[in-house]
T-cell receptor, first 117, second 109 residues
Framework: GAVVSQHPSWVICKSGTSVKIECRSLDFQATTMFWYRQFPKQSLMLMATSNEGSKATYEQGVEKDKFLINHASLTLSTLTVTSAHPEDSSFYIC?????????????FGPGTRLLVL | GQNIDQPTEMTATEGAIVQINCTYQTSGFNGLFWYQQHAGEAPTFLSYNVLDGLEEKGRFSSFLSRSKGYSYLLLKELQMKDSASYLCAGMDSNYQLIWGAGTKLIIKP
């Protein structure tokens, strides 16, 4: 089946540094990828929709200058948390979409845990 | 390897009960999640089980058997709005989520 990977799995960084998280579709191409943030035992909060070759679409309340998204190819999207602060500590999950309409399927990555000290 | 299996699609009748099964194989185990996802929306958290047994939350219940690597989501008194995809995800020893492909539930009047 379709596999989505994320790298790194865990990252611990100092406040003020930038962190890049990669999301890859390993055996399929995805023109659209999504970035979510999850707090413990809560629903996934959509941060942005990443479209290959164009600018990402950010959800209301998500700072686009803080969470930089680059979807440079059909198999890779990156999320860069710039000048990270402790409140950015969270579990970040990406997904890749294939198909459209009733045939649409999302495949989720395993997540990246970010801890900002 | 790590794997989550759940049926691709299920159909049920409004007002009835449906059980969506999920079997998992993970490297270590730190719990199992169920999410509901309507088309075009983000997944909504339904339940988290880490101990064996049944947890009931309104019309939705979730069951876990760690020895069998098995969980199910039980939906009672089905409503049309319950038509959605239901995602099963296991958390491994590294606290990574292993996702199932989702079960598309179709509710008929």
């Amino acid at each position: 089946g379709a596999v989505v990977s994320q790298h790194p799995s865990w990252v611990i960084c100092k406040s003020g540094t930038s962190v890049k998280i990669e999301c890859r579709s390993l055996d399929f191409q995805a023109t659209t990828m999504f970035w979510y943030r999850q707090f413990p035992k809560q629903s996934l909060m959509l941060m942005a929709t990443s479209n290959e070759g164009s600018k990402a679409t950010y959800e209301q309340g998500v700072e686009k200058d803080k969470f930089l998204i680059n979807h440079a190819s059909l198999t890779l999207s990156t999320l860069t948390v710039t000048s990270a602060h402790p409140e950015d500590s969270s579990f970040y999950i990406c997904s890749a979409r294939v198909g459209t309409g009733d045939a649409e399927t999302q495949y989720f990555g395993p997540g990246t845990r970010l801890l900002v000290l | 390897g790590q794997n989550i299996d759940q049926p691709t699609e299920m159909t049920a009748t409004e007002g009835a009960i449906v059980q969506i099964n999920c079997t998992y194989q993970t490297s270590g185990f730190n719990g199992l999640f169920w999410y509901q996802q309507h088309a075009g929306e983000a997944p909504t958290f339904l339940s988290y089980n880490v101990l064996d047994g049944l947890e009931e939350k309104g019309r939705f219940s979730s069951f876990l058997s760690r020895s069998k690597g098995y969980s199910y989501l039980l939906l009672k008194e089905l409503q049309m709005k319950d038509s959605a995809s239901y995602l099963c995800a296991g958390m491994d020893s590294n606290y990574q989520l292993i996702w199932g492909a989702g079960t598309k539930l179709i509710i008929k009047p």
